[in-house]
């Protein structure tokens, strides 16, 4: 069992609870067009925000969930693993950064350092399982600011009328 690894996972979950019934200010400023990059298409906050909600949800649907599946499975290379986290996840953690998010592109960087001090498969799993439970959670956050309402501007043609 690696310490590097205990210690990640409690940060995690100690994240996750932080945020389990509160708004991350970062994610309340994004949703209210206070993006510390300025990023965003001819001043606008909208393209920016949804970036943040497409990384939230591929980072723990897609990739983390992908992490988990594969560590299950015994034959599973632990050094592969570990630089395809680098590689792949280390850049979306970048790009959290980007969409106005740099603490939680922070506690990503952090993940992926952990991940690549894990020890054996199981013990990514652990601090795997961490992470996507944080990252589910970030989501739901950022989709709580979304403005899904500005959708009832593009109705598709076979349910024009609702």
Not at 1 to 28: F, G
Not at 73 to 82: H, M, N
Not at 85 to 113: C, E, N, R, T, W
Request: charged share 20%; aromatic share 8%.
């Amino acid at each position: 069992m690696s310490n590097t690894v205990d210690d990640m996972i409690a940060v995690l979950e100690a994240e996750r609870e932080a945020i389990w019934l509160t708004i991350p200010d970062e994610v309340a400023a994004l949703g209210r067009g206070e993006v510390p990059r300025g990023t965003g298409a001819r001043g606008q906050y909208l393209s920016t925000l949804m970036f943040a909600e497409g990384e939230a949800r591929t980072l723990s649907d897609e990739m983390l969930w992908g992490v988990i599946q594969v560590c299950e499975i015994e034959t599973s290379d632990l050094a592969t693993l570990q630089s395809i986290i680098k590689q792949i996840i280390g850049y979306k953690a970048d790009f959290f950064d980007f969409v106005g998010l740099p603490h939680a592109a922070s506690l990503i960087h952090a993940y992926v350092a952990a991940a690549c001090a894990a020890e054996s498969l199981q013990d990514l799993h652990r601090l795997t399982s961490a992470a996507i439970s944080y990252a589910n959670r970030l989501h739901m956050t950022v989709d709580a600011v979304y403005p899904w309402a500005l959708g009832n501007a593009f109705p598709r043609k076979d349910r024009a009328v609702v």
